[in-house]
């Protein structure tokens, strides 16, 4: 089993900063990348960020030069620090990972989301 438990989540002001982690924990041989989503109420859920096991970062552009996310994966963690928040930016967000399991299989993780509300 694998889990993954996003924490950081809460209300801010606009123009405000929050820093979001994921942690994976249970039977994991390596993790092949981490990202970030967001699903907003009433709106599909859309990719924030990604990194890999290399540290190579995508970025979606609404968040470039805004959000910068942050890898630690010999602590199978994921950050997110979130600067000059937008109301736009309110949504719930998750944490999703590749994950290399000890069993030899390569699954596809979520964790169940934290709420972030900019709002003044």
């Known amino acids: 089993q694998v889990q993954l438990v996003e924490s950081g989540g809460g209300l801010v002001q606009p123009g405000g900063s929050l820093r979001l982690s994921c942690a994976a924990s249970?039977?994991?041989?390596?993790?092949?990348?981490m990202e970030w989503y967001r699903q907003a109420p009433g709106k599909l859920r859309e990719l924030v960020a990604t990194?890999?096991?290399?540290?190579?970062?995508n970025y979606a552009g609404s968040v470039k030069g805004r959000f910068t996310i942050i890898g630690d994966f010999a602590k199978n963690t994921v950050y997110l620090q979130m600067n000059s928040l937008k109301p736009k930016d309110t949504a719930v967000y998750y944490c999703?990972?590749?994950?290399?399991?000890?069993?030899?299989?390569?699954?596809?993780?979520w964790g169940r989301g934290t709420q972030v509300t900019v709002s003044s």
């Open positions: 999703n990972a590749a994950i290399h399991r000890t069993s030899g299989y390569d699954e596809n993780y």
């Open positions: 990194i890999n096991s290399v540290g190579s970062t």
């Open positions: 249970g039977s994991i041989f390596s993790i092949n990348y």
